[in-house]
């Protein structure tokens, strides 16, 4: 149990030293080398986020998360469609992942920052 748990703790700091560290190891930052970051990112997010808001809140919160992220990809998918004739997948699909990765930050964000305030004033 005492492994699950550490484990459990570096998933969920993950997601800041996955992208502090691809820009300190790119020699040049580009917004190649910061979109790359931010993709990698979002992954670590996709994983860290509903599990900082189960420790926060006790409950499973993760269906709600990922049926959000469901409904902004159909938004932006019809957004898109209504306003240009050609849809490129590829184009579409990074501008849905920045979303993603702008969302899940500020999420993560809340989540660290309310769960650190909540511990230090109940202890």
Do not use: C
Not at 93 to 114: D, G, M, P
Request: charged residues 15%.
């Amino acid at each position: 149990m005492i492994i699950l748990q550490g484990l459990l703790s570096v998933i969920l700091f993950i997601p800041h030293s996955i992208f502090i560290g691809m820009l300190a190891l790119s020699k040049k930052v580009e917004a190649i080398t910061v979109g790359r970051a931010a993709d990698i990112t979002t992954v670590a997010l996709l994983i860290s986020v509903p599990l900082a808001l189960e420790a926060l809140t006790g409950k499973k919160l993760g269906f709600a998360l990922f049926s959000m992220l469901i409904i902004i990809a159909m938004y932006s998918t019809m957004k898109v469609w209504r306003t240009e004739k050609d849809i490129s997948i590829r184009k579409l699909s990074r501008k849905i992942w920045r979303i993603y990765f702008v969302l899940l930050s500020v999420l993560y964000a809340i989540t660290l920052l309310t769960g650190t305030l909540y511990h230090s004033v109940n202890n």
